[in-house]
């Protein structure tokens, strides 16, 4: 069974950035699409970034794009965020997941394991 730990969330000023982690442990990445949600306070799971097995094809939110990247070494089994530019309304709890099926998916439901999250707060 992978087990998901995410790490490098943190306080961030707006404007600067974070760069998260998420290492498997317990199992291997190999052949898993991978992707990154989070959740606000009182809010659903929000898709954020997705990347494919090994890495070919990456897609992100609408709410992201052009300032988060999403990357794997799937040596080390390691999935990253980086995350520039941050606002405010990046506040949230971040999760990583993975999905046995190696096509693109934004919906919570259809990732088979999950991290039990990072916060990250923007601070105006």
């Known amino acids: 069974q992978v087990q998901l730990v995410e790490s490098g969330g943190g306080l961030v000023q707006a404007g600067g950035s974070l760069s998260l982690s998420c290492v498997a442990s317990?199992?291997?990445?190999?052949?898993?699409?991978m992707g990154w949600f989070r959740q606000a306070p009182g809010q659903e799971h929000e898709f954020v970034a997705f990347?494919?097995?090994?890495?070919?094809?990456?897609k992100y939110g609408d709410s992201v794009k052009g300032r988060f990247t999403i990357s794997r070494d799937n040596a080390q089994n390691t999935l990253y965020l980086q995350m520039n530019s941050l606002i405010a309304e990046d506040t949230a709890i971040y999760y990583c997941?993975?999905?046995?099926?190696?096509?693109?998916?934004?919906?919570?439901?259809?990732?088979?394991?999950w991290g039990q999250g990072t916060q990250v707060t923007v601070s105006l």
């Open positions: 317990g199992g291997t990445l190999s052949n898993f699409a």
């Open positions: 997941a993975a999905r046995s099926i190696n096509l693109y998916s934004n919906r919570p439901s259809e990732y088979d394991y």
């Open positions: 990347i494919s097995w090994p890495g070919r094809s990456k």
